[in-house]
Nanobody
Framework: QVYLAESGGGLVHSGGSLRLSCAAS????????MNWYRQPPAKKRELVAT???????TYADSVKGRFTISRDNAKNTVSLQMNSLKPEDTAVYYC???????????WGQGTQVTVSS
């Protein structure tokens, strides 16, 4: 089992920055990729950014050039640096850990990010 805990959400003005962190515990050696998802109000959850165990990163088009995902394997943490925030970035942000073998799909409790215009 893997346990995830997010932190760093809050309220920020448009154009501002926030840094989200996710601490993983438990069977962290089984994690192959870490993801950040978000769910805006009344909308479906969407994938924001991914980082693999090898350090490869991918981003949603809507956040490319503004968000940066990174991980510290020694500390079992993954972070999401969010710059140039827009009101449309307002959402609950979730950390996710996944693996295929063994199968893993773990979620944190979420952290609220609100960007005011």
């Amino acid at each position: 089992q893997v346990y995830l805990a997010e932190s760093g959400g809050g309220l920020v003005h448009s154009g501002g920055s926030l840094r989200l962190s996710c601490a993983a515990s438990g069977r962290t050696f089984s994690i192959s990729a870490m993801n950040w998802y978000r769910q805006p109000p009344a909308k479906k959850r969407e994938l924001v950014a991914t980082i693999t165990s090898g350090g490869r990163t991918t981003y949603a088009d809507s956040v490319k050039g503004r968000f940066t995902i990174s991980r510290d394997n020694a500390k079992n943490t993954v972070s999401l640096q969010m710059n140039s925030l827009k009101p449309e970035d307002t959402a609950v942000y979730y950390c996710n850990a996944e693996s295929i073998d063994p199968p893993l799909d773990a979620w944190g409790q979420g952290t609220q990010v609100t960007v005011s215009s």
